[in-house]
């Protein structure tokens, strides 16, 4: 939802349906169509996590992060990215919003395509350029989120092989 209005005298808020396009919408319908032309996407989420990071650091003095990365809690509406579910911020680094990003990335069905993989490590590249991400502490992120995401659905995808080739494409 997005802020339209606020007036003081009525105590209201006016909201904008931002509808119903997810980014994991958008990354199944991209990956069904085997899509290269997803950059313009990454440049959107580069810009939404630029500007979160950037009021946040301003409002607290000190680097917060949204802490729930689900591709659900992203809406796509007229050429911008909105994110949504700000409950789980807190205090932390940005390599932990990254590779959770990544780590839900891979594991959406179906799990861990050449294309997904493909998507990440591009995602990395921009992201590691415009952050000074550490290397290191990101692919230690990611091993984190994978398995708390195995152990949550139960399931049983190969923590290892994804985090050695997601590791051999970003070093």
Request: net charge negative.
């Amino acid at each position: 939802m997005e802020i339209v209005e606020i007036c003081n005298k009525r105590n209201s808020v006016k909201l904008e349906d931002l509808g119903k396009v997810t980014l994991l919408d958008w990354l199944i319908d991209e990956e069904k169509r085997g899509s290269i032309n997803y950059h313009k996407t990454i440049i959107k989420l580069l810009a939404f996590f630029q500007e979160f990071y950037k009021v946040t650091k301003d409002k607290f003095g000190k680097q917060y992060i949204m802490g729930d990365i689900n591709l659900h809690n992203f809406i796509l509406k007229d050429d911008m990215i909105y994110g949504m579910n700000f409950e789980s911020c807190k205090e932390g680094c940005i390599e932990t919003d990254i590779g959770k990003f990544v780590a839900y990335l891979i594991t959406y069905e179906p799990i861990a395509t050449d294309w997904k993989f493909k998507f990440a490590n591009d995602f990395i590249h921009i992201f590691m350029l415009n952050f000074s991400l550490h290397t290191v502490s990101l692919i230690k992120e990611i091993e984190i989120e994978l398995n708390k995401i195995a152990k949550r659905r139960n399931t049983e995808f190969q923590t290892y092989d994804i985090l050695c080739r997601i590791a051999e494409e970003i070093i």
